[in-house]
Nanobody, 123 residues
Framework: QVQLVESGGGLVQPGGSLKLSCAAS????????IGWFRQAPGKEREGVSC??????STVYADSVKGRFTISRDKNTVYLQMNSLKPEDTAIYYC??????????????????WGQGTLVTVAS
């Protein structure tokens, strides 16, 4: 079973940047599309961005387009977050799923999830 571990969360001021990482333990991520999701207190989980197995296809939520960039390298998937806003505050999770990335991001149907990393955007 794929086990995912997120890292890179923390406290950042509005306008700042963070880079989240999602790494797999034991197994390779080569055969999985990877998605980043977030859940803020009192809100439903939201698909933020997903990337295909090859890395050539990506999707982004409208709320993060132009500010966040997803990428993958060997057995790690990254989420570069720039121009952060207070409304980006949430627990961020990565998940591994099938290669229909639009469906992965929209429905969150994944084979494995990480434990999450907290991102707080505040002054």
């Amino acid at each position: 079973q794929v086990q995912l571990v997120e890292s890179g969360g923390g406290l950042v001021q509005p306008g700042g940047s963070l880079k989240l990482s999602c790494a797999a333990s034991v197994f390779t991520l080569d055969n999985y599309a990877i998605g980043w999701f977030r859940q803020a207190p009192g809100k439903e989980r939201e698909g933020v961005s997903c990337i295909s197995t090859s890395g050539r296809s990506t999707v982004y939520a409208d709320s993060v387009k132009g500010r966040f960039t997803i990428s993958r390298d060997k057995n790690t998937v990254y989420l570069q977050m720039n121009s952060l806003k207070p409304e980006d505050t949430a627990i961020y999770y990565c998940a591994a799923g099938g290669n229909q990335i639009a469906k992965l991001c929209a429905q969150g149907r994944a084979d494995a999830w990480g434990q999450g990393t907290l991102v707080t955007v505040a002054s």
